[in-house]
């Protein structure tokens, strides 16, 4: 039973803290790539290409620049970058917003 619920944890994705609203064009690309591997394919996927090697942009290379360097619209990568949050966004958040939607 240990063992079961040492690997259930462990394949559990990390929650995320915050939800599509704190996404901002200022944090840096090589924040969202540490604290969530996971962004690295959707970044890509949206057109931040220069990430499919799997290096690490320095760390003043904003969502903002990122954008303007590979000519992809900020929106859509913050867009992106919501989704996956959302998609991740703690327990106790979820059932904090869904409380806070009912009228």
Known sequence: MFAYNMLRTMAT?????????QVKETMPVSWYLASYPACRPVLVRAGLT???????????VTLRKAADAHGV?????IDALGSVFEAR??????????ADAKP
Do not use: N, V
């Not at 994705?13 to 609203?21: D, E, Q, S, Y």
């Not at 619209?73 to 990568?77: F, I, K, S, Y």
């Not at 966004?89 to 869904?98: D, E, G, I, K, T």
């Open 89 to 98: 966004l703690a327990r106790s958040l979820r059932s904090q917003r869904a």
């Open 50 to 60: 220069g990430l499919a090697g799997g290096g690490m942009p320095s760390k003043d």
């Open 73 to 77: 619209d900020c929106a859509e990568l």
């Open 13 to 21: 994705p990390i929650p995320a803290w915050f939800g599509r609203k």
